[in-house]
Every structure is written in C-alpha cells, then in structure tokens.
C-alpha cells in the first residue's frame, strides 16, 4: 500500500508543477506561433489525461479499502434464546392416551 502512495504522491507534485508553471508565466498566454500553440494544447490533453488517470487511481484505492472493510468479518455471539419446557401430562383412558399441556 505504501509503495502506491510514493509514485502518486510524486505524480500530484509533478502535476502542481505543471499547473503552477503554466499560471506563473505570463508568456504562455501569448503563443504565436500555431506549432507551438498546438504543442501547448497537446501538453493540456496531456495534463488532463494524467489527471484523470490519477482520479481514477484514487477512486480504485478507495473502492478497494472499502471492500476490504465489507470482507472483514465480525463474530458476533449466538442469540440467547429462552427455552419454554412445555408441562404435559398423559393420562390413559382405557386404551387412548390422551396428554394435556400448558
């Protein structure tokens, strides 16, 4: 588990750094150049498909604690049930037993 959470946690630092350097330079704003502006919209598909890609990764870890915490089974004491002791009495009368409870 420990060994997901490194390479995650490197990919959001890499994805603020991003996010971070496209805002902080006023010069991206102004592309001229329609390659270059191509290659910019490229590396935004290519940001929002890591981001989604990293979304998806946390959702299927967080799917998977939460079936962990389904599978954990709990052992719960059997329920006390009281047990009625029927009082029956048979009485014979001539040849049929007849039995009487309460």
């Known amino acids: 588990m ?4 490194t390479p995650m946690s490197f990919v959001l630092a890499v994805l603020a750094g991003a996010a ?3 805002f902080a330079s006023p010069a991206s ?3 001229l150049d329609p390659a270059a502006r191509n290659s910019v919209l490229i590396q935004q598909n290519d940001l ?3 981001q989604s890609r990293v979304q ?14 389904d599978r954990v ?3 719960q004491p059997p329920p006390v049930v009281p047990q ?6 048979t009485q014979i ?8 409870c309460r």
């Open 29 to 31: 704003a102004q592309v």
């Open 73 to 75: 089974i709990v052992q």
């Open 84 to 89: 009625v002791r029927p009082s029956c009495q």
């Open 93 to 100: 009368i001539g040849n049929t037993a007849v039995s009487t």
């Open 20 to 22: 971070s350097a496209g």
């Open 56 to 69: 998806r990764q946390q959702f299927q870890q967080q799917q998977q604690q939460y079936r962990a915490q």
């Open 48 to 50: 929002q498909a890591l």
């Open 2 to 5: 420990y060994m997901r959470r």
